[in-house]
């Protein structure tokens, strides 16, 4: 590593200009941002490293901006940021724990580090990772915006210092290396120095008190009251009677993070919506059975399982036939699972029993 920083020190130079700037909401470019502020020990390099960052609206975030001004407190926030459905799947949970009173943030952190691997599903990793020649790539991300987070405040983190995907060893550095030469002069726990705003949970109606009919009543249960889900699904397919096919439907309720919709040999993206779907609902994680098997037969097996834990939760799973090789669940309280299955044959869509289906 520290032939790497002479490197970045002899071709990071004010003179060089082909050099590209941080894309925040990309993981690796976050990784970057941990691994220069953490572990350069120099002040000057500081000056190198802001040559990277984004001054471009697309390409800026919030998490990342708060965690750079920790450490350069000159670096001004954005009045305004673009939010990423992709990256908020981590970004959102972690400004929660950032955002608890200095007192809980070490418990905050891990819960989130408590959930981070699930969450790193779409970014590849896996319980069952298969690292044979021609199978699953390696897994090759770690928690870097923790690590920031202890470094900035200053945090006690031997409640997830154990943790595989905690970058452990590179805070142990900051502390022994850096924290009392380079930024002594932070003063302690200090973080960015500004008031963290966290995202607002989503704004939910009250399903007994609302009064829309038809499609729209059908997909607010399905979104389990989320307003802002509800509107983008009717934004895209407006209010039919019928619907002979659903797939357009499937597209944006798995695009607003409320159904089930995946090929079906595709286990993992199955499995990570159906955990989307959970973490939606405030439910907790559901992680569904590692392979082998793999395929549909994981599909199968993932979603029965999902099914059982669903109702032990006051929720049900019904699943949707569109006549294709596809997978299409959604989840609705079970309260108000046979007013979806009335609205369902009103509407024209087929709906089936998770145990019809899944035993197969």
């Excluded at 509107?231 to 409320?258: T, Y």
């Excluded at 590692?290 to 199968?300: K, L, M, N, Q, Y």
């Excluded at 609205?343 to 145990?355: F, G, Q, V, Y």
Aim: proline share 6%.
């Amino acid at each position: 590593m520290a032939e790497n920083s002479e490197f970045i020190r002899i071709n990071g130079r004010a003179e060089q200009r082909n050099y590209s700037t941080i894309e925040a909401i990309n993981r690796a470019d976050a990784a970057f941002v941990g691994i220069a502020l953490l572990f350069v020990e120099s002040s000057e390099y500081l000056s190198v490293f802001q040559k990277f960052l984004p001054v471009d609206f697309e390409k800026r975030s919030y998490v990342i901006d708060l965690l750079v001004k920790a450490f350069i407190p000159d670096h001004a926030l954005a009045k305004k940021y673009k939010t990423d459905k992709y990256a908020a799947a981590w970004m959102d949970p972690f400004l929660r724990a950032l955002a608890a009173d200095a007192d809980h943030r070490n418990e905050a952190l891990a819960a989130y580090m408590k959930n981070w691997c699930r969450m790193m599903r779409p970014w590849g990793w896996k319980p069952d990772l298969d690292t044979a020649p021609g199978k699953d790539r390696l897994f090759c991300d770690f928690a870097f915006e923790v690590a920031l987070a202890v470094c900035a405040y200053d945090i006690d983190d031997s409640m997830f210092n154990d943790h595989p995907y905690y970058p452990r060893d590179l805070v142990d550095y900051y502390r022994m290396h850096v924290r009392h030469t380079r930024d002594a002069w932070r003063p302690i726990a200090a973080g960015p120095g500004v008031q963290i705003i966290a995202p607002p949970p989503p704004k939910k109606a009250d399903l007994a008190k609302t009064k829309r009919k038809g499609i729209a009543r059908w997909i607010e249960l399905v979104c389990d009251g989320n307003v802002d889900a509800t509107e983008s699904v009717l934004e895209v397919i407006g209010k039919p009677r019928k619907l002979d096919d659903i797939h357009e439907l499937m597209e944006a309720l798995s695009e607003a993070g409320q159904a089930v919709h995946g090929d079906i040999k595709d286990d993992e993206t199955v499995l990570i919506q159906a955990s989307n779907v959970a973490e939606d609902r405030a439910l907790g994680g559901f992680d569904g059975p590692a392979g082998p098997p793999s395929g549909p037969a994981r599909c199968s097996a993932g979603l029965l399982a999902f099914s059982s834990w669903l109702e032990a939760r006051g929720y049900r799973l019904v699943d949707l036939d569109n006549d294709d090789d596809a997978w299409h669940a959604v989840v609705v309280k079970a309260d108000y699972h046979a007013e979806l299955i009335e609205l369902s044959n009103t509407l024209k869509i087929r709906t089936r029993t998770p145990a019809a289906v899944y035993n197969d």
